[in-house]
């Protein structure tokens, strides 16, 4: 069922809780919180200063701020401009920061003193950008952002009606190459929250979130930002995951919903019993989405906490999720779940476009109301990605007679070994059940006479790796073409902020190493 009430202008949804909830606290982080009535007026205050400054409707402002709730006020308000919000991660580097200013021409940027050193220095490559916005600045300092927040604008907040614009430019994780910026709207964005987080997932109102999730990120935009208001609750952001910090809060018992990503929950499930916790004090439901879910992990966690850990599938260019699994319906464990209201799926043979059977694996193509707008300042990818109003997304997936679906990798990361496909995610499950191993990835390697084959990079829980019990182990469950070809231990395996894992650079690692 979709609940439509979530979807709105944003203005109109602060305007909706600042009068039913005004001095509820929306958000807050270790510094402090904001209530729905600040919320709007800090906003709208906001809003009608970046007009001043010289920003029009349709321009692009960066956000280059940690997690916390300033992050929230400047997304919040650079839509009540009319603008566009940029956000970029506080832990970039010069060239990505580059990038994305150039890229998106964005005409101002909210950062704080310590950052602006950065912005400062790229100003030659960025010449479209004009003032900075510190939150850190001085008491009284006219660019200061709580000095813009908390004074009356010459003009008042465009507050704009169309939720059909862009309103987000959101890149993608680059883990096969350079980032791409994804156009999406507030109706996007809010689908999401009518379709899934609110009637699928329960949250509400009466919800207290713990969101440790990287707001740049579009999972974390969407959940942590957009839907927390739109349905009314109460979150704590922290600036950084943490797993003592993750734990010492949700022992407090406040929470009712923890958002994550598979290895925030592994870590948490690891931490937790090395501790004795057999409970997560108050917590009702756990959210997992931005890289699959392994079913072990899934199963694993509930056992331990007996808390719902439901999974789902979303990209960036869908607006987040396209699936999602019900605490309250019939589950499969390693499944992402049942489409969402309003969103068709296909899983079609690549080559053909074929539609496939129940049970075949194949390409996974998305048409819905979520769906982008497109790449931006990129026609020809955009061209290719969105073909008849189909989003070929690049995941293989299957489903199954009823309609449940469970991505099985990506199509460029499907290792084919003399002509039997491979998909690593299916190795990286079988890997991480063996007791030794923390974490792992799979990748493949050129052979001379096979074409490829699966390397595994593993991080090894204590000391040296076993590999032979390991190799032992894969063995008895793969079959004998999926047994990776050479095994590598490594200190980490590298990880978007949404936990995807960056595949190119593992090798990358190994030649450094």
Known sequence: MLQADFIAPIAELLRRHAAARGSKVAFRDAAGGVTYGDLDRRTGNLAGHLATLGVGAGDRVAIFLPNGVAWVEACLAIARAGAISVPISAEASPAEIAYRLTDADCRLVVTT??????????????????????????????????????????????DPDDIDAAGFIIYTSGTTGRAKGVLLTPRSMLWITAACWGPVVGLCEHDSVLSPLPLFHSYALNFSVLSILAVGASEYILEKYSTREALRLLETGEFTVFPGVPTMFHYLMEA?????????????????????L?????????????????????????????????????????????PLAGVALRIVDPASLRDLD????????????????????????????????????????????????TITGRLKDLIIRGGQNIAPAEIEEVVLAFAGVLDCAVAGIPHAQLGEVPALYAVSREGALDVEALLEHCRARLSAYKIPHMVHQVDEIPRTGSGKIIRFRLREMVREG
């Open 272 to 292: 937790a019993q090395a501790e004795g916790r057999t409970s997560l004090n108050g917590l009702r439901v756990c959210v997992s989405a931005g890289a699959i």
């Open 358 to 405: 129940a049970g075949e694996e194949g390409e996974l193509i998305v048409r819905g109301p979520n769906v982008m707008l497109g790449y931006h300042n990129k026609p020809e990818e955009t061209a290719k990605a969105l073909r008849n109003g189909w989003y070929h997304t690049g995941d293989l997936a299957r489903a199954d007679r009823n309609g449940f679906v």
């Open 294 to 338: 392994p079913a072990t992990l899934n199963a694993t966690f509930e056992a331990a906490f007996g808390v719902p850990l439901l999974d789902g599938y979303g990209i960036t260019e869908t607006s987040t999720m396209v699936t999602m699994n019900s605490a309250g319906g019939t589950r499969i464990m390693g499944s992402c779940g049942l």
């Open 113 to 158: 003193a310590s950052r602006a050193g950065q912005i400062e220095a790229l100003r030659g490559q960025a010449p479209g950008v004009g003032a900075l916005v510190l939150t850190d600045a001085p008491a009284g300092d006219p660019l200061g952002f709580d000095h813009l927040a908390g004074t009356a604008p010459p003009l008042p907040p465009r």
